[in-house]
């Protein structure tokens, strides 16, 4: 653990951040993850409160290697390239990427892909501890507003979002919970709906300072019901972050869900966050600047407006051409091998709490490809075994001793 003074933050333009001099940021790494702030004394009214805390873990190199060269294998297979910019004219030529079919060969898919992209459909689930907004309701305006923005964030990159379902569940240790907690496991094992293809967006009250974590989509194939997106609930679109709460959040994490990195990832050494036209950036941007720094000596200034980095939202407003072929490569090995969706399929009825956590549900185990799923690191080992002993041992031995005993 590192802590160091708020004068030692440097803007980028080389002055000190404007802040209290007594108020210290606690640099903290966490086994892999996000370098993440904290700021441990109670901020002045015309002070940013917090600074962004991202949860999703930063991958082992011996992972992100294996990821790599899985998607350029799907770039070859795709295109007969592994050139960023070749990919995207032939990809644009023929329509290939983004489809949920399973049982579409990628050929036929190309033929009813749409022209804007891939389409992503949302199961939103709000937690709650109960009915009033404070504990947690939101209302449905709020969960349109959210998907609102990533649709606005996504644009760019010819990537949108669909809402399928709000799914509302009232349980108050599963909205307050601790991310790979057992309750997590616990919600998840029950909440999730639909396949890889199928954006499970989790609005929780978190624990301060983290305000999200993602699934990265090579990590399906083993723990399908963790698949999702978990966002803080005062993050969403007019929550009460001051500084983060336009929905930006959502956006980012998704970029994880999507198969995207920090591009602060590995500081300046190559290759980073695999992208060659997101510069090199040697430490996150948790502030709206007017001149970007240069934190590294590659060619140009560090990508201070990037989603998939840390300033507030307000000052979020960029994917770059490399990000979205990442994310479309990314959709394709990953996630478009999931069941499509059809209204009549929905599982869960929007508004309800869904069924206990004994009954089945029919589509927790759609069919995924295994073929490209990379060697995993050790970062994947705690996310296996409380993945089935919690819903499956309970619904077996309590229905046969009763009814054998008489006889």
Request: include cysteine.
């Amino acid at each position: 653990m590192k802590t160091v003074s708020w004068a030692d933050v440097q803007s980028s333009s080389g002055a000190q951040r404007t802040a209290p001099l007594l108020a210290l940021v606690t640099v903290i790494w966490l086994g892999g993850h996000c370098a993440d702030a904290l700021v441990q004394n109670t901020p002045q009214a015309d002070t940013e409160p917090i600074l962004r805390f991202c949860g999703t873990p930063t991958p082992p190199q011996i992972v992100t290697v294996a990821v790599q060269q899985t998607l350029n294998a799907t770039m070859t297979d795709l295109t007969g390239t592994t050139d960023p910019a070749i990919f995207n004219e032939r990809i644009a030529a023929q329509r290939l990427v983004g489809t949920n079919a399973s049982s579409t060969s990628r050929s036929a898919a190309a033929a009813a892909l749409p022209a804007t992209g891939l389409v992503v459909p949302v199961y939103f689930h709000v937690l709650r501890s109960g009915i009033a907004v404070s504990q947690g309701n939101i209302p449905d305006s709020t969960v349109a507003a959210q998907v609102q923005a990533l649709n606005t964030a996504y644009a760019q990159t010819g990537a949108s979002f669909t809402l399928v379902a709000t799914i509302r569940t009232t349980n108050s240790s599963w909205y307050q919970l601790q991310q790979n907690s057992q309750e997590w496991f616990d919600m998840t094992n029950v909440l999730h709906q639909g396949g890889p293809g199928d954006l499970n967006l989790y609005s929780l009250n978190l624990t301060f300072p983290l305000l999200g974590w993602s699934q990265f989509p090579w990590w399906y194939a083993d723990t399908p019901l963790q698949d999702g997106v978990f966002v803080d609930i005062d993050t969403l679109p007019g929550g009460s972050l001051s500084d983060f709460n336009l929905g930006n959040t959502a956006v980012h994490e998704t970029g994880h869900w999507l198969g995207l990195f920090h591009p602060f990832q590995g500081g300046c050494t190559s290759p980073n966050d695999y992208v060659s036209d997101t510069t090199q950036e040697a430490s996150p941007e948790y502030y709206c600047v007017s001149t970007p720094a240069d934190t590294c000596t590659d060619v140009g200034p560090d990508p201070f407006q990037n989603y998939m980095d840390y300033p507030p939202d307000r000052c979020m407003k960029k994917f770059t051409t490399g990000q979205a072929t990442r994310l479309k490569v990314s959709w394709e090995t990953y996630r478009s091998g999931g069941p499509a969706y059809s209204p009549e399929q929905a599982p869960v009825a929007v508004g309800n709490d869904p069924p206990p956590a004994s009954t089945p549900k029919p589509t927790m185990r759609p069919t995924a490809k295994s073929t490209t799923k990379p060697t995993k690191g050790p970062t994947r080992k705690p996310t296996r075994k409380p993945t089935r002993k919690p819903t499956r041992k309970p619904t077996r031995k309590p229905t046969r001793k009763p009814t054998r005993k008489p006889t």
